[in-house]
């Protein structure tokens, strides 16, 4: 009975030192696992916090200003004195001045057309649709006011104004003409009767080229 309750107690304290053995491995890998995970979490955080310090760093350059990239308006200016800014304003004022009279003279030339051009235009169209003239010079047949190749002299037809005794109105232009087989010069002279409208008071043709040719009376005032 002795030796069987000491086998038996041998037996317990064998099967409690196994016990021992295998639950340390057991144990041991607990431990590992645990260090393996807490490093791979300080890996992590490292690695994190290295990201954020290299983005903080791209933040502070690109917040470096660049010397040769400073805004002009930085710069200083030199204060206009009185002389430069009347000098300014009469600049100014002259520009004005000089479009405004353009503007006008534009205004009055499309909207208010002058004597001589609104005489020129009924002569001449009475000159395009004379057979007489037609036939002697050709079609179609152009006027302009002055033999030059100056467009604006070209443009300009001399006139000659004035009110009589009456207080009637005349207006007395000449031009040049010309057409295929040649070209000549118109007179002619208006007045404005009672009812404020032109009349002819002459009107006729110089034939120039070709030669030989005696003038051409178109228009002539009969008084009644």
Known sequence: MI???GTSGLFRTHQVR?????FQPAFQLGEINRATTASHCFARS???????ASEQDKKDISKVEDPFDAPTYNIPEKPVTFTEGASYSLIILAGLGVALAA???VFKELIFQPKEYKIYGKALDKVQNDSRVR?????PITGYGQESRNRAARQ???KRIWTDENGVEHVEVNFYIRGPH???KVFTEMFRDEDKQWKFTYLFVEIR??????PILLESYVPA
């Open 103 to 105: 503007g006008y003279a």
């Open 182 to 184: 040649g070209h000549g």
């Open 46 to 52: 490292l690695a994190s916090k290295a990201e954020k």
């Open 156 to 158: 300009q037809i001399p």
């Open 3 to 5: 030796v069987l309750a």
């Open 209 to 214: 080229s070709p030669p030989g040719v005696d």
């Open 18 to 22: 196994q016990g021992v053995l295998g």
């Open 135 to 139: 036939i002697r010079i050709g079609a």
